[in-house]
Structure formats: structure tokens, C-alpha cells
């Protein structure tokens, strides 16, 4: 059965639209840094596609979102386009979008080994902050960025606002993140599905293919075979 999450609680905002957020007791001078992508990585879902099916064109952006995770198209204006069909949708559907939301198999574990061995986890995501500052602090996940929605009249507009959080926005919270916790790139670990993920999984010390798309894992340094994310626990520094 789908995991229902509430609300979000005991989260610190940097400020600005794109800010990363924080849950609160975030490990200070972490020995490590763990980023993952969201989407089919940190969750098993599409959150774009759950939030479609609220305007009835789930299966029409469910053929984009995959067009673009393969790198055929580019994210930015893929997604743009993608957002553009979800305008009208009524910001209270999202408490239906949540009780969708599944967890990835052994998230939970990889959570707990990397805070017991003294590491912080991040989440840069492509999807929407009017999800993950629901789910990101439920899971334990220290620190997380991702795209916002606009609204207007408690309706979406169709429009994403400020910078859209790519490719090269997940390279940049990954270099971000360890210069802010002192952690050298070398002990950085990056792990993702998609196009989208390839340049953040480039800069980390080690990229990781989980759940990847034939590009992605022609491209990482290791591929995780079995969708359990507990696979990557060895691997840890």
C-alpha cells in the first residue's frame, strides 16, 4: 500500500524561490555527502505524471517525461511544455498527489547507514517543491532543491517560477552542498535515472545508475541493478 504523508514539519527555508531547504538537526562537519534525484529514484513515482492525472493528460506527459529522462529532448523546455498542462489544476489535489507517493525499496535503510556513519543525504530534484517539502523531511532527507509551481487563486498557472532546477542545477547543489559541509567531491556520492542526472553524477566522486535509463548507465560508474536502494549501503564511504 501507497505510504500516506502529511504534512511537512521541522523544515528550514533558505529564502528564495529555488533555495534549498533543510530539515532541522541537519548533521553539522558531515564525514560524507549522499544526493539523490527524486523522482523513479528517491520515490518510485513521476510526481509530474500524478499531478497530470489531476487535469486528465496523465499519459501525455507520462510520453514526454520519458522522452526527456532519456535525454531526447531538453529538460528545461520539456518540462515548461509539461508544466504547461498541468494549468487548472487545483493546489488541493496535491493532498491526493501525496497519498500516491511510494517510497523506493530500502530508501529508508540508506537513510539511517548514511546519518550512522556521519553523512548527510540531499535530494535535487527536477519535480516540485510542493511535493518534496512534504516527503524529503518524512524520509530524513538534510537538506533538498527543487522547481516551484506558480499559482493563482489556488489554481496552478501552468508555469514554473524562477530558474528551472536542470541538469546543471544538480551539478551545482552537489558542489553547493559539499563546500558548505566541508566534504571534499571525492566523497560525494550521486545517484540517479535519468539524462538529467548525468552532470551531477560526473562531478560527484562516485555516480551511481539506479533504476537508469540505457544512457544513464552507459555513462555512471556503477550501475545498481536491483531497484532497492540498500544496494548502495556497501558503497558508502
Known sequence: MPRTFGSAASVVSAGSTQAPRYRRGVPENPRFLVVLDAD??????????????????????????EAAMRGEVDFATSLRSRVEA???VPVAS???VLSRIQPTPGVHELIAAVH??????????????????TVAPALGVDVWRANRLAVRDGLLTGVVEGDIV???AKASAVREWA???????????AIGDGANDLRMMAVAGLG????AKPA?????????????LREVIPLLP
Not at 47 to 60: H, P
Not at 116 to 133: C, K, N, P, T, Y
Not at 179 to 189: D, F, H, S, Y
Not at 217 to 227: I, S, T, Y
Open 40 to 65: 523513479s529514484t528517491l520515490i518510485r513515482n513521476e510526481v509530474i505524471e500524478l499531478i497530470a492525472d489531476e487535469a486528465g493528460r496523465g499519459a501525455e506527459v507520462a510520453a514526454a517525461t
Open 94 to 96: 496535491f493532498a491526493r
Open 86 to 88: 498541468l494549468r487548472g
Open 166 to 168: 536542470d541538469a546543471e
Open 208 to 211: 551511481l545508475a539506479f533504476n
Open 116 to 133: 550512522a556513519r556521519g553523512g548527510r543525504v540531499g535530494v535535487v530534484s527536477g519535480g516540485f517543491h510542493e511535493i518534496l517539502d
Open 179 to 189: 563546500t558548505e559541509g566541508n566534504v571534499p567531491l571525492t566523497r560525494t556520492i
Open 216 to 228: 544513464v548507465r552507459a555513462q555512471a560508474d556503477l550501475v545498481v541493478e536491483p531497484v532497492d
